[in-house]
């Protein structure tokens, strides 16, 4: 996302004005009722620069209540005078709608005054327009051009920019090594967003040779600089272990500084650490607390989350309707193991009427995302005809997505189609491979279930055919889907 520099009030050049040097100064040292007092008189005359400090002055609450619409009235008149600053600040009050009707159009006719005077905020924030398409066409080559102007005199913000424009090809060719270094120019200069985006480059050798320890390094610059995206990235490589040395309690501290900020991630993370008392001691209340502030903000995994403390009666009382609740919320987000309790909650009828068209309807949304366990039940009801029309084809092709992702569960019943030829052409030799495969990765009567279909599978079949059996399954890899947290 394109950002708009910050206009720096205080690197304004000092003209040879006596009244009007003092009250700037008394505007850097904050005694506002003596800055109010020189600039004044000299505004009312129609000084550009004086007119322009009132502006701020009055945008900021200082020396005076805050007034947006007085601010953006002597704004204007500083503008009027062609002073690029006050234009460009003009420009600010009119996108964002303060002090004045909110006015793309307008907002970009001032930034292009104050860009075509060379000001580099005014540029960066032009360029935004354009990016944007505000006020102006969308156009992303006009975008990269104003922005570069102001990257080009070290603008950081426009610096950060342009290095997202090289990052997704707006506007200029793909470019990540070149994104890389625009990012880190920004970086260079305190810029925490550039900072975070450049810990992340590190981190997955995005344009920069991979390197966890040189992301943890940019992170914790930006993370000391309040920027909540920066101290949740610091907390999940203390919580990881990468790039410094594994840390609950470090995570943790970090995770509450950007928690503490809203950041729903971070509050969901810690909610995380109360519930296997990692970093702070073990406290389910403490987690529920943290949950459902994220979980009210509407972050997925922290509604996922507290579905299950609900569920489970941890740090709240079992309520398997709020349960159903915050499963639903989570789910309706695509979050897929949220939307895989939601069709076992309406399987067992734990919250809600039981539904077995229901529950298919949740297993399939969780299914097609990757979730083998959700495969795997899925091709249970059709195999049962449970909420859909019994289907033993449409068994067997759930049966195996779960089972090429190693799910012993998918692979036994795969091998039940195979040996049946069940949805499947009956094949000795895949039965014999699937229900080997669920043997090796299942443990007590599992293990001696899925072991005895596979000897029982193999007093059938010849010798080559056991061992074409066994080089199959020796060779099989499995193909991870989409994992999530349960």
């Not at 190693?406 to 052409?425: D, E, H, I, K, R």
């Amino acid at each position: 996302m394109l950002v708009k520099a910050a206009v720096l009030f205080f690197s304004l050049c000092l003209p040879a004005v006596a009244d009007l040097a003092a009250g700037l100064q008394a505007l850097k040292n904050g005694d506002y009722a003596k800055a109010l007092k020189e600039f004044l008189p000299l505004a009312e005359q129609g000084d550009a620069v004086a007119q322009f400090s009132l502006g701020v002055m009055y945008a900021g609450g200082n020396g005076a209540p805050q007034d947006l619409a007085e601010a953006a009235r002597w704004y204007r008149k500083a503008a009027d005078h062609g002073y690029a600053r006050a234009q460009s600040s003009l420009g600010d009050m009119y996108d964002d709608g303060q002090g004045v009707p909110q006015d793309y159009t307008e907002a970009a006719r001032w930034y292009r005054k104050a860009a075509d005077q060379g000001d580099a905020g005014a540029q960066n924030s032009l360029a935004k327009m354009y990016h944007d398409g505000h006020g102006v066409p969308q156009d992303d080559l006009e975008a990269v051009r104003w922005v570069r102007k102001a990257a080009d005199q070290g603008d950081a913000s426009a610096q950060f920019n342009l290095g997202v424009a090289y990052d997704f090809g707006q506007g200029v060719p793909q470019d990540q090594a070149e994104a890389a270094r625009w990012v880190r120019k920004a970086a260079d200069q305190g810029l925490a967003s550039a900072q975070n985006n450049l810990a992340i480059r590190f981190a997955r050798g995005q344009g920069v040779p991979q390197d966890h320890a040189e992301a943890a390094r940019w992170y914790r610059k930006a993370a000391e600089q309040g920027y909540a995206s920066g101290q949740f990235n610091l907390g999940v490589v203390y919580a990881l272990g990468q790039g410094v040395r594994q840390d609950y309690n470090e995570a943790a501290l970090w995770y509450r500084k950007a928690a503490d900020q809203g950041y729903t991630s971070a509050q969901s993370n810690l909610g995380n650490m109360y519930h296997d008392g990692r970093g702070v001691p073990q406290d389910n209340v403490e987690a529920v607390r943290w949950f459902r502030r994220a979980a009210e903000q509407g972050d997925a995994v922290a509604q996922f989350n507290l579905g299950k403390m609900y569920s489970h009666g941890l740090g709240v009382p079992q309520d398997y309707a709020e349960a159903a609740r915050w499963y639903r919320k989570a789910a309706e987000q695509g979050h897929a193991s949220a939307q895989l309790n939601l069709g076992v909650v309406y399987q067992l009828g734990q919250g809600v009427p039981q539904d077995y068209t229901g529950a298919a309807l949740w297993y399939r949304k969780a299914a097609e995302q990757g979730d083998a366990d959700a495969q795997l039940i899925l091709g249970e009801m059709c195999y049962q005809g449970l909420g859909v029309p019994q289907d033993y084809a449409e068994a067997a092709r759930w049966y195996h997505k779960a089972a090429e992702q190693g799910n012993a569960g998918g692979q036994f019943n795969l091998s039940q189609m195979y040996g049946l030829g069940q949805g499947v052409p009956q094949d000795y030799v895949q039965a014999h491979m699937w229900a080997n495969l669920a043997a090796s990765r299942a443990s007590g009567d599992d293990q001696k279930k899925f072991a005895q279909q596979r000897d029982s599978l193999a007093g059938k079949m010849t010798t080559e055919q056991i061992a074409e059996a066994q080089r199959l399954a020796r060779e099989w890899k499995p193909k991870i889907g989409m994992p999530q947290e349960r």
